[in-house]
Nanobody, 125 residues
Framework: VQLQASGGGLVQAGGSLRLSCTVSGRTFTNYHMGWFRQAPGKEREFVAAISRSGGNIYYADSVKGRFFVSRENAKNTVYLQMSSLIPDDTAVYSC???????????????????WGRGTLVTVSS
């Protein structure tokens, strides 16, 4: 399976961006989807996740109320709408897919099924 994130770029603080992650090679609806980010010199951190049906959504505290995750199963795509961006949001954002049971703790480990390449988001002050 391939996961490809897109939509990154340079944005001023307070601005918005929408990231997309498209999945190919497997049945999209078999997978819960998650977003992660890694800032320069820092470890990767969880951002948001959405279950197969979209009925369960989970956010990191640092983005709650500013970022919104959604999925469009007909397009095999998961989105991350980011608003009120701050310089600390600067990172490479990537997506992951997991076919196991929905547990929030899984999004804080490294045993997810598939990981994709990221897209760079730079927030200027």
């Amino acid at each position: 399976v391939q996961l490809q994130a897109s939509g990154g770029g340079l944005v001023q603080a307070g601005g918005s961006l929408r990231l997309s992650c498209t999945v190919s090679g497997r049945t999209f609806t078999n997978y819960h989807m998650g977003w992660f980010r890694q800032a320069p010199g820092k470890e990767r951190e969880f951002v948001a996740a959405i279950s197969r049906s979209g009925g369960n959504i989970y956010y990191a505290d640092s983005v709650k109320g500013r970022f919104f995750v959604s999925r469009e199963n007909a397009k095999n795509t998961v989105y991350l709408q980011m608003s009120s961006l701050i310089p600390d949001d600067t990172a490479v954002y990537s997506c992951a897919a997991d076919s196991n049971a929905w547990y929030r703790t899984r999004w804080h480990g490294s045993s997810l099924d598939y990981w994709g390449r990221g897209t760079l988001v730079t927030v200027s002050s």
